[in-house]
């Protein structure tokens, strides 16, 4: 009819609406500009009655036991800026090394990021980091919380976007780091291990190169920039100017 409506009812709890609310793309586009109420209220089927009594948890794709799929190695330093994946293709072993200014959490992190974008089947993902194996396993279906650090939090949220789109099956093993044992896995983590932290070192880049590196993955504000590296503000504003993803947004503030 092309009238208003005055009220929008949602079949939400009060936190989910609040969680979509300040996550989803889908309903700030669908409720911008709507001048009404917005309201909880489950429809009187008996479904949705069931539903409010027992809590219906989606059904995790994160295993116990070792899938059918690949197996990859991941592994990171925080001295070299290297994130390396190792994998064995019908007997060859393969490799992959990105490149993250972070720590050694963070640039593994950004290798299990990598995992997950490319290899869309059922896999297998050994890391010798019981930090990342933990986060790895409890992050899909969990509920992110704004936390101080911007860099951190924007890796968290691009690992928890990947895990919760994902519909294939994948498993975690943690394993201990520099072990003589033979084996496959050991094989695979001693790969992934060199590879990351070599016997030689690459020189450490300048804090201007650190800074639009990091800049070219999480697209920090000039102010951020200027925050977290101690750059002049012309050239933190140089940087995010600089950067053709960024092109089209607000203007920089001329702070300084």
């Known amino acids: 009819t092309g009238t208003e409506l005055d009220i929008i009812y949602l079949p939400l709890t009060k936190d989910h609406l609040s969680w979509c609310e300040a996550n989803s793309l889908e309903l700030q586009i669908a409720l911008e500009n709507f001048k009404g109420q917005i309201l909880i209220h489950y429809p009187s089927h008996k479904l949705f009655s069931f539903h409010k009594e027992i809590n219906i948890i989606p059904r995790s794709l994160s295993k116990e036991v070792p899938v059918e799929g690949p197996t990859l190695f991941t592994d990171g330093s925080g ?30 992190i950004y290798a299990v990021i990598q995992v997950f974008r490319q290899w869309e089947m059922p ?28 860099p951190v939090f924007l890796m968290f949220k691009q690992l928890w976007d990947l895990l919760n789109r994902r519909v294939s099956l994948y498993y975690v093993l943690h394993v201990r780091s520099h072990t003589s044992l033979p084996g496959f896995i050991s094989e695979g983590n001693a790969r992934a291990d060199r590879l990351a932290a070599p016997a030689w070192t690459v020189p450490v880049p300048d804090v201007s190169t650190q800074a639009r590196l990091s800049h070219e993955f999480f697209h920090q504000s000039a102010r951020t920039l200027h925050q977290q590296f101690g750059l002049t503000w012309n050239t933190a504003r140089s940087i995010v100017q600089m950067c053709p993803d960024c092109q089209g947004l607000a203007p920089i503030p001329q702070t300084g």
């Open 123 to 150: 896999l297998n993902l050994v890391t010798d980091s019981r930090y990342v194996a933990s986060v790895v396993r409890r992050l899909e279906r969990a509920w992110l919380k704004e936390i101080d650090s911007e």
């Open 79 to 108: 001295r070299t800026g290297k994130a390396a994946i190792v994998w064995c293709d019908k007997g060859e072993w393969k490799h992959q090394v990105h490149h993250m200014v972070g720590s050694p959490h963070l640039v593994e």
